[in-house]
């Protein structure tokens, strides 16, 4: 009995042996973190290829040594740590651990925060599958969770740019699409089209989540006063949600801005609220929301003023601004109308400088 008992016992440190040597190397080569010393670095935003690095001012040691951290295994050219000379872009290439995928990153340094926003320089984001984006990689949608839910086919996304604007030669799009059933998602009845300040990480587990609402905005850019712009918008025929038809109700759209507080340091920088809390969290401090939802078929100015439950203070916390357009107010619980259609363009953040 010992001996059997012995060999089944080496049999199963044999398969379990195996079973470690056969794990598959990491396939990923992602940049996940790119920081500097806060005494510098304002913000760093890392949109698919592209790490966007806002600095305090522009008289800086252009040759600084950035703290990279990548995905597992991976090994990143060149490497966290190094001194580079970030005069001009600076390309970083991240290998897989399993050595088969290779990302490479266009790293770039701005010490201005503009916060006029035209709408005007669009492009195709992604690698294999591609989506509409803002060229301001601090702007994101939820086209990247739409471009997953539907495997990359995907004829006309919710949010792109359009040539009906206000000036210039572009502005924002956004239409709620009809969804459907997706490997991926489940039940889907709408999508909503979408245009915010921060970053997408698709939560499937919770899709209101996947919304990381909020750029840092420093002392140096002054209080926000008002937001300013202008905006069409045609409410689809039928409100829907996963329940089925919505009676008695028309679809809504969502134009607002929020100012929230975060923890000083870099530490901040990857603490945002979501779809669940942007409205509702204790840490948001102001907000200047659009209460007019009616339709409006020709271009219409919003002049919303920032309500303060609180002043600034810098000496305890860092503040993030948000700012959110959505076709249909209650797309991230899937609730809307199909052909709701939203158009922003010109849109202005106004602060005082002097305080």
């Known amino acids: ?18 079973c470690i040597k056969d794990e598959p190397l990491n396939k990923e080569a992602d940049i996940e973190t790119f920081s500097l010393p806060d005494s510098i670095l304002v913000n760093s935003v890392i949109s698919n290829n592209k790490v ?31 001194t580079v000379d970030f005069t001009n872009d600076v390309t970083y290439t991240v290998v897989s651990e399993d050595k088969q995928h290779t990302k490479v990153y266009t790293v770039s340094v701005t010490s201005s925060l503009s916060l006029k926003f035209g709408f005007e320089d669009w492009f195709m984001e992604g690698g294999l599958w591609k989506y509409p984006a803002l060229l301001d990689d601090m702007w994101s949608s939820a086209n990247q969770g739409i471009m997953t839910a539907k495997l990359g086919k995907v004829d006309l996304y919710p949010t792109r740019s359009t040539t009906d604007c206000f000036s210039g030669k572009y502005a924002a799009l ?8 997706f490997l991926v998602a ?14 997408f990480k698709l939560n499937m587990a919770s899709p209101p989540q996947s919304a990381l609402f909020g750029q840092i905005h420093p002392k140096e850019s002054g209080i926000p006063l008002k937001m300013t712009g202008y905006y069409k918008y045609t409410p689809g025929d039928t409100l829907i949600n996963r329940q089925g038809i919505v009676p008695n109700k028309k679809d809504e759209f969502s134009i607002y801005a929020v100012i929230y507080k975060v923890t000083k ?3 901040g920088l990857s603490e945002y609220l979501n779809g669940e809390n942007i409205l509702t969290s204790d840490k948001v401090i102001s907000k200047a929301i659009l209460e007019d939802r009616s339709p409006k078929a020709q271009f219409t100015k919003f002049d919303l003023p920032f309500i303060y439950t609180e002043d600034m203070n810098y000496d305890l916390y860092n503040y993030k601004l948000a700012i959110v357009f959505a076709s249909s107010k209650n797309g991230d619980f899937y609730e809307g109308a199909v052909g709701s259609t939203l158009i922003v363009d010109n849109v202005e953040v106004i602060c005082d400088l002097n305080n």
Do not use: W
Request: hydrophobic share 40%; aromatic share 10%; net charge positive.
């Open 1 to 18: 009995m010992k001996f059997k008992i012995s060999l089944s016992f080496i049999a199963a440190l044999y398969i379990f042996s195996s």
């Open 186 to 199: 489940g039940y889907v009845p709408i999508f909503s089209g979408s245009l915010f300040r921060g970053a």
């Open 52 to 82: 966007t690095l806002l600095i305090k001012n522009t008289d800086f040691n252009k040759k600084l040594a950035p703290q990279i951290t990548v995905t597992p295994g991976a090994t990143i050219t060149p490497a966290s740590g190094d």
């Open 265 to 267: 340091g870099s530490e």
């Open 174 to 181: 956004l239409e709620t699409q009809r969804g459907g059933t």
